[in-house]
Nanobody, 118 residues
Framework: VQLQASGGGLVQAGGSLRLSCAAS????????MGWFRQAPGKEREFVSA????????SYSDSVKGRFTISRENAKNTVYLQMNSLKPEDTAAYYC????????????WGQGTQVTVSS
């Protein structure tokens, strides 16, 4: 599967953005999907994940209650709705795919930059 992330941009603190990740190639529904982010000088960190069926989601503590992950398997797309954005959310955001028979994410999209101004 190939992944293409989009939707990043510059937003003021308190604002919202919705990231999208479009998948192509192998059957999208066979993958758990995740979002990760990496700020300058920091390691990449987990943000959120959603199971292949969309019935189970998980979030890092830093975004819980503000971000919502969702997916539309018919459109081969996963979304990350980000509300109440904070300057510390500034980072490059990456989507990733984990096959159902694997323990790790093995396919990554290119990053989309999110910048939150104070």
């Amino acid at each position: 599967v190939q992944l293409q992330a989009s939707g990043g941009g510059l937003v003021q603190a308190g604002g919202s953005l919705r990231l999208s990740c479009a998948a192509s190639g192998r059957t999208f529904s066979f993958y758990e999907m995740g979002w990760f982010r990496q700020a300058p000088g920091k390691e990449r960190e987990f943000v959120s994940a959603i199971t292949w069926s969309g019935t189970s989601t998980s979030y890092s503590d830093s975004v819980k209650g503000r971000f919502t992950i969702s997916r539309e398997n018919a459109k081969n797309t996963v979304y990350l709705q980000m509300n109440s954005l904070k300057p510390e959310d500034t980072a490059a955001y990456y989507c990733a795919a984990k096959p159902l028979d694997r323990l790790t994410y093995d396919t990554w999209g290119q990053g989309t930059q999110v910048t939150v101004s104070s």
